[in-house]
């Protein structure tokens, strides 16, 4: 089991898309998309620049990991999908990414150009990894993020970029069982 940290600058439930009954990191952090395996705890905190800074955003146990193409395709993500009159959580859908012909396509969405048109700087970052990960036990706190008690201070990454913990000992306190996150405050 491994602990990924990272800093959101910004929150709109979008990355991570906490919606539809799963927690899925789609797009943005590469790095953790890639490394990331079943059994791993994602923590997103907020960045120095927003009033949550260094608060627990959210927090997903990865379950299951899909390449773009599967998570485009499987129905229990067609929701995931985004769609501009509806909701927020519909606005932000995550599930952009697919091939079409062989080559890389990015619907209309939160990373695309503001009149719908790829963006290309998105696409080529975020299809570097061509898998997303997807959690059905997530905690999600967006603009009531939480305090984290200091004792796991070394857990919090506060930087651009994606920390990666592996000390057994502070995560097995902190995660195991998972009713326990009611320490946070």
Not at 134 to 157: H, K, M, R
Request: glycine content about 8%; charged content about 25%.
């Amino acid at each position: 089991m491994k602990f990924y940290s990272y800093v959101i600058s910004r929150d709109f439930g979008f990355a991570p898309n906490p919606h539809f009954g799963y927690c899925t990191l789609a797009t943005c952090k590469q790095g953790i998309r890639k490394s990331a395996h079943v059994g791993d705890w994602i923590g997103a905190f907020g960045a120095a620049s927003m009033t949550i800074r260094g608060r627990l955003v959210s927090l997903m146990l990865v379950d299951e990991t899909l390449t773009f193409d599967e998570y485009w395709e499987d129905s229990r993500f067609r929701n995931k999908r985004p769609v501009f009159n509806k909701s927020m959580m519909f606005m932000y859908g995550d599930n952009i990414y697919h091939t079409l012909g062989g080559k890389w396509t990015q619907e209309p969405s939160h990373h695309s150009e503001t009149d719908g048109t790829i963006n290309y700087i998105n696409l080529n970052r975020d299809t570097q990894t061509n898998r997303v990960l997807i959690a059905t036990e997530f905690y999600y706190f967006g603009e009531n993020a939480i305090n984290v008690p200091t004792e796991f201070d070394s857990l919090i990454w506060r930087n651009i970029g994606y920390k990666t913990c592996k000390d057994e000992m502070l995560m097995k306190k902190y995660f195991n069982p998972p009713s326990e996150m009611g320490r946070m405050e």
